[in-house]
Structure formats: structure tokens, C-alpha cells
């Protein structure tokens, strides 16, 4: 059987790498070829069947509820979780589910770009018995990042910034997941965590099944400025893939 799935998208963050860009804004609404990063993924959401989203708020976040308001204008209804104090990944998460009924919850970092299959990344975690999915993307990408290690047909092994001393397939984590409700709601309310290391690694401890899906497609990590600047620069050229170019006209016929 389904089972009711809501979206989170995580905007809380003090884009530190970014600086001094980060200073006066939040990193998910630093541009790319014109559009805020962040709203690529509400329309990524949109396409997948999401009629509702939750953003959680810190660093700056009033500027992205003033751009966004409602939601109205990308037809999709967004939800605000604003936080008192920084509260992480984990944290971040779990102050959603305080108010939110749902059984599972995708989560996607607010300022990652890409044409991750959402639907897919769904439909294999509902047909799993799996405590949470993980996208993993190919390790030949130069990023500073976790590492997933896992067996060929998916089963997650391990988190971490080095190999593992047993045979295993290794992609980067791209900072798309779905959650189980219960996998983190005994994760303490109000308290700042990582889902990493609070939630992923102690399940992994207890051998729960985390399952990762393989992602071949765009993704992009936009951590640097010099990388904020040639994704910038590759959107108005349209250096892209076609997937990422109707993501780009779609946002921008919504937005002007």
C-alpha cells in the first residue's frame, strides 16, 4: 500500500562556502542564469505530483518567503518551517514533522541542481521495506562530499569521506533522500543534528535497510563561486541538458 509522502526542502543554511554573496541572502536564491536556485526544484517537485512543499527557514530566510509568499505563482502550495535557532539537517527535518502527518517525507537540499527522477526515486522506496532511499550520483565527479557505499542491488553499507575496507559500489551522495516518519521522529525536537551522522549512521549501526538509488543524470553542487559562475554562465548559453534547459524555461515564464 501508498503511503502519504510530503515534500521538504532544506533552505535553513548559511551558504558559508559563498561568501560574500551569502552575507545579505540565503544561498538558495542566489541566481543561475536568472532564476534562484531553489525554484528549479520546486518545479522539479511540481512535475513529480507535488501539490504542497515545507521550506525550512533561517539565514536570511524572509527575503525567500517575500519572493515566494504562497507559492501561488509557481502553482505549487508552499509551507514555511521557520526554525528560532539553527537546527541542521536532522533537526530541520524533524521540526516538519511535528505538524505535518505524513508517513514518508523527500527531502532535497535547496541549492543543488538537478533532473533527478523524483517519481522513480518514490516508486522504489514504496515498493522497498526500506527505512529511507538515498540518491547516489557516479564518484568521478570532483566535489568534497559523503561518500555511499552500497551493494549491487542497492543496499546501503556505509556513509563516509574515504573507501571502506570491503568491496562495495561507491556514488556521492547528492542530498536527495526519502524518510521514513519513524526512522527520525525519535530524533529529539529542537535539538540541532545532521541526518547523517543522527539518523543515517546509527541506523546503519542497528543494520536497518537504507536502500540508495543510482542517478546517471544531471546534478551539480554549486559549493564555490567559481562553480556558481560557469553554471551561470552555461544556463544563458545553453551549455545543459535539454532536462535542466525546460526546467530553466519553465521557471523563468513563471517568475517573469
Not at 56 to 80: C, F, M, S, T
Not at 89 to 114: I, K
Not at 164 to 183: M, W
Amino acid at each position: 500500500m501508498k503511503q502519504k509522502i510530503s515534500a521538504i526542502l532544506l533552505c535553513a543554511g548559511f551558504g558559508t562556502r559563498l561568501k560574500p554573496l551569502t552575507l545579505k541572502r540565503p544561498k538558495p536564491l542566489l541566481p543561475v542564469g536568472g532564476v534562484p536556485m531553489l525554484v528549479f526544484n520546486l518545479i522539479l517537485l511540481k512535475e513529480a505530483g507535488f501539490k504542497e512543499v515545507t521550506l525550512n527557514l533561517y539565514h536570511h530566510g524572509e527575503a525567500i518567503e517575500k519572493l515566494l509568499q504562497d507559492g501561488r505563482a509557481l502553482d505549487i502550495k508552499i509551507h514555511y518551517s521557520w526554525e528560532k535557532k539553527i537546527l541542521g539537517t536532522a533537526g530541520g527535518v524533524r521540526q516538519v514533522l511535528s505538524y505535518q502527518p505524513a508517513s514518508q517525507f523527500l527531502v532535497l537540499n535547496g541549492d543543488v541542481l538537478s533532473d533527478i527522477p523524483l517519481k522513480q526515486l518514490i516508486q522504489l522506496h514504496q515498493h522497498s521495506s526500506a527505512k529511507a532511499s538515498l540518491v547516489a550520483i557516479p564518484s568521478n565527479k570532483l566535489q568534497v562530499s559523503r561518500y555511499l557505499y552500497y551493494q549491487n542491488k542497492g543496499k546501503l553499507l556505509s556513509i563516509s569521506q574515504k573507501a571502506p575496507h570491503t568491496p562495495s559500489k561507491k556514488g556521492i551522495f547528492a542530498g536527495v533522500q526519502i524518510i521514513n516518519r519513524d526512522l527520525i521522529e525519535t530524533f529529539p525536537l529542537n535539538k540541532k543534528g545532521c541526518l547523517v551522522q543522527n539518523i543515517y549512521d546509527p541506523a546503519l549501526a542497528r543494520q536497518d535497510n537504507l536502500q540508495v538509488m543510482e542517478h546517471q543524470g544531471f546534478w551539480e553542487d554549486l559549493g564555490s563561486l567559481e562553480k556558481l559562475k560557469a553554471m551561470d554562465r552555461a544556463f544563458y548559453q545553453k551549455q545543459v541538458p535539454d532536462s535542466m534547459q525546460r526546467l530553466y524555461k519553465k521557471a523563468r515564464q513563471l517568475l517573469f
